[in-house]
């Protein structure tokens, strides 16, 4: 810690839409995968906090689901923890693709920002600065500053690093002088059973197509420390038709054994130990509809209603 400043700490809120790279910068700026990343939109589905400490200061990034139009009762739970996690929050920053400029999507969202009104500090955040070209990126800039009164506007790769310093700087200095809110070696605040849960839905992500990825959910069931240092996880994967219990396993379990390997590399390297993983494909037509899931995400089932 830095001698003779006060410390600093607060909540530093990423938001837009699905795929803007708000779980990649929570990563990079946290200086680990704490948070799951695909190409894939609507990926992270809770509210995930990632730690950084940057001189005397603490900065808490909460990551969160991306926004968009919800359809089913998970995705306006989703949506409803965006949210929340930007009005909790002491300093909110809201990303956009460089290359895809302003979207409707994110025209929506600067309407709900300026409905929630005044007393938010709302920056924005220019990601994938790598995509395109620098003139490109002033008239974005200047558009988006014309659309709502953000007060700074940074240009990042997230994925890069381009960028990240100066946004640090700015988070370090902006937020207010208090004594810091988790212990200094934290940088996650998730249990270890959600973040494991969270490493095998990115991989079964990656490997599934279509809708499938969006109608499963993974928990871990058991966690066994045994006397060796190394540990016995359990994990089911529910799947909501029985179609998809099949493309989950695939030929002769192939997928599911695939799946299982990723995993259990990322949570040994996450951990630094030795992990024996089993996975289990587990139908449950109604999974979206039970409020215990939704528990197990980390989601307000209420939220979802109407
Ligand atoms: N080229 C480029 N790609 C990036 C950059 N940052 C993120 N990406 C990619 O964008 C995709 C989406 O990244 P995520 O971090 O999962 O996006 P997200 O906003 O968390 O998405 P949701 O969780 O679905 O809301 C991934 O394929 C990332 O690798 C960047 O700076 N440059
Ligand atoms: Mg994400």
């Given at each position: 810690?830095?001698?003779?400043l006060?410390?600093?700490a607060?909540?530093?809120?990423?938001?837009?839409?699905p795929?803007?790279?708000?779980?990649?910068?929570?990563?990079?700026?946290v200086?680990?995968?704490?948070?799951?990343?695909?190409?894939?939109?609507?990926t992270t589905?809770?509210?995930?906090?990632?730690?950084?400490?940057?001189?005397?200061?603490?900065?808490?990034?909460?990551?969160?689901?991306?926004?968009?139009?919800?359809?089913?009762?998970?995705?306006?739970?989703?949506?409803?923890?965006?949210?929340?996690g930007?009005?909790?929050?002491?300093?909110?920053?809201?990303?956009?693709?460089?290359?895809?400029?302003?979207?409707?999507g994110?025209?929506a969202?600067?309407?709900?920002?300026?409905?929630?009104?005044?007393?938010?500090?709302?920056?924005?955040?220019?990601?994938?600065i790598?995509?395109?070209?620098?003139?490109?990126?002033?008239?974005?800039?200047r558009?988006?500053?014309?659309?709502?009164?953000?007060?700074?506007?940074?240009m990042?790769?997230?994925?890069?690093?381009?960028?990240?310093d100066?946004l640090?700087?700015?988070?370090?200095?902006?937020?207010?002088?208090?004594?810091?809110?988790?212990?200094?070696?934290?940088?996650a605040?998730l249990?270890?059973r959600?973040?494991?849960?969270?490493?095998?839905?990115?991989?079964?992500?990656?490997?599934?197509h279509?809708?499938?990825?969006?109608?499963?959910?993974?928990?871990?069931?058991?966690?066994?420390?045994?006397?060796?240092?190394?540990?016995?996880?359990?994990?089911?994967?529910?799947?909501?038709?029985?179609?998809?219990?099949?493309?989950?396993?695939?030929?002769?379990?192939e997928?599911?054994?695939?799946?299982?390997?990723?995993?259990?590399?990322?949570?040994?390297?996450?951990?630094?130990?030795?992990?024996?993983l089993f996975?289990?494909?587990?139908?449950?037509?109604?999974?979206?509809?039970?409020?215990?899931?939704?528990?197990?995400?980390?989601?307000?089932?209420?939220?979802?209603?109407?």
């Open positions: 810690m830095t001698q003779d006060p410390t600093r607060g909540f530093v809120a990423l938001i837009g839409e795929n803007a790279g708000k779980s990649t910068l929570l990563n990079q700026m200086g680990a995968k704490v948070s799951i990343v695909t190409h894939k939109v609507q589905r809770a509210r995930i906090r990632g730690i950084a400490i940057h001189g005397p200061a603490q900065i808490v990034f909460v990551d969160t689901p991306g926004i968009f139009r919800p359809r089913r009762r998970l995705d306006r739970s989703m949506v409803a923890a965006a949210w929340g930007a009005s909790d929050a002491d300093v909110v920053l809201l990303l956009i693709e460089a290359h895809r400029g302003l979207t409707d994110t025209q969202i600067l309407d709900q920002l300026r409905a929630l009104g005044q007393g938010m500090t709302v920056s924005l955040v220019i990601n994938k790598d995509r395109v070209k620098a003139e490109t990126l002033l008239a974005l800039s558009q988006m500053n014309e659309a709502y009164p953000f007060d700074q506007t940074f990042i790769s997230a994925e890069k690093g381009y960028g990240c100066g640090r700087d700015w988070l370090a200095a902006s937020l207010p002088e208090g004594p810091w809110l988790y212990p200094e070696d934290q940088i605040d249990p270890m959600m973040i494991a849960a969270e490493i095998t839905r990115e991989k079964l992500t990656l490997r599934l279509e809708e499938i990825p969006y109608q499963l959910t993974v928990e871990t069931e058991a966690w066994e420390e045994k006397s060796d240092g190394s540990a016995r996880v359990e994990q089911v994967v529910y799947v909501s038709r029985q179609g998809h219990k099949g493309i989950v396993l695939g030929k002769g379990g997928t599911i054994k695939a799946v299982g390997q990723a995993a259990r590399a990322e949570l040994e390297e996450f951990m630094s130990r030795r992990v024996h996975l289990q494909v587990r139908l449950r037509e109604n999974w979206l509809n039970e409020s215990e899931r939704y528990d197990e995400m980390g989601l307000n089932f209420k939220d979802g209603d109407g």
